[in-house]
């Protein structure tokens, strides 16, 4: 199916700090119930505040984000997909659920894998 193979990328809060450790086991794979999954890519949103995570995936699996972290002990408490197959939610506006601050930060992880990818190819 199409949407399995269309980059999405997701500004994730986490309800605590989350460590490097689990952002590197994140980017290897770690090992589902329905089998093993990988970030494209993930970094944190915000170096301040390090419950805030942005993360690249290609897969369609449900529920997938949370369940990744879920897996590693922590809870979603926010998910917000910024990007997906080319279309970028508009990061200029803000509304009142959206700080101007987590915007900036959804930003720098867009293009941060733009660049990552920029160099793969």
């Known amino acids: 199916h199409p949407k399995f193979v269309k980059k999405k990328i997701y500004h994730v809060w986490l309800d605590k700090d989350i460590t490097e450790e689990d952002l ?3 980017a290897e794979g770690v090992e589902l119930e329905d089998g093993e999954i990988h970030a494209d890519a993930i970094s ?4 301040e505040d390090r419950n805030q995570v942005g993360i690249e995936i290609h897969s369609g699996r449900n529920r997938i984000v949370r369940r990744i972290f879920e897996h590693l002990g922590y809870r979603v408490t926010k998910l917000d997909r910024v990007y ?3 279309l970028t939610r508009s990061l200029a506006l803000s509304d009142s659920t959206r700080s101007k601050h987590a915007s900036h930060g959804c930003f720098r ?3 941060k894998s733009l660049c990552l990818h920029g160099k793969n190819q």
């Open 109 to 111: 992880i867009i293009l």
């Open 84 to 86: 997906f197959a080319g």
């Open 24 to 26: 590197a086991k994140i």
């Open 44 to 47: 944190y949103a915000n170096e």
